[in-house]
């Protein structure tokens, strides 16, 4: 029957283990299975995991932070665990209570530049929150004016063009083409007064006033 380890190799264990070396690591060092080395572990420490590091839950109670906060400065790269444990289960280091203490008081509320308390991360308090939205929700309400009067311009455009395409105009008054001349209307020209023409084979532009419809192609 294979003996466990004596007790010197129980402080080598849990002098690697605290050093940060995996559970892994010590079965296969000392020959004997992973599990056997965690319940050893468990039985004569009370604990598996490294007394020098913390789990997520214990760096939530010290930095006062929520653990989505701490996942949040986890996938900005503000902070970075020091093992990897079982399913993602994260270890930090006692210096990353400190970082997240540090980072948490050099941020300033958006709205009033006032200090953040321990829950919050961008806004004070609701009353900033509310005026932040509001403010975000103006800029939203502009910004749908302005995409709808984009719409609109090319909706016009679109119909100009169409009209002006399915339709035939002749000269009324003096301009650089002689009057009663018929033309086809490209579109309009560089301000909204004046209209692009065929004539002679080339592309000019003459005064809107100066053109009258005669008539519209049927469809």
């Known amino acids: 029957m294979k003996q466990g380890p004596t007790k010197v190799e129980r402080n ?12 892994q690591q010590i079965a296969d060092h000392y020959g004997i299975s992973r599990e056997w080395v965690r319940q050893l572990m468990l039985k004569r420490y009370g604990s598996s995991r490294p007394r020098s590091l913390l789990d997520i839950s214990e760096v939530s109670r010290l930095t006062g932070c929520t653990r989505m906060d701490i996942f949040k400065l986890k996938r900005r790269g503000i902070i970075k665990p020091s093992q990897v444990v079982g399913r993602g289960r994260t270890l930090w280091t006692h210096d990353t209570v400190d970082i997240v203490k540090k980072y948490r008081d050099s941020r300033r509320c958006k709205v009033c530049d006032g200090p953040l308390p321990n829950n919050h991360w961008v806004f004070c308090s609701w009353s900033c929150w509310v005026e932040a939205s509001r403010f975000r929700n103006r800029n939203r309400t502009q910004l749908q004016k302005n995409m ?4 609109m311009a090319r909706y016009f455009a679109k119909k100009a063009k169409e009209r002006y395409q399915s339709s035939q105009y002749i000269v009324r ?4 083409v002689p009057l009663g001349t018929k033309l086809n209307v490209i579109g309009t020209g560089s301000t909204k007064r004046r209209l692009r023409v065929e004539w002679n084979g080339k592309i ?10 005669v008539f519209r192609q049927s469809q």
Do not use: F, N
């Not at 008054?173 to 650089?176: I, L, P, R, S």
């Not at 000019?204 to 419809?213: A, D, T």
């Open 204 to 213: 000019i532009e003459i005064p809107s006033i100066c053109v009258k419809r």
């Open 12 to 23: 080598s264990m849990y002098g690697m283990r605290e050093s940060g070396a995996t559970l």
């Open 173 to 176: 008054q003096k301009c650089a």
């Open 148 to 151: 709808q009067k984009q719409r």
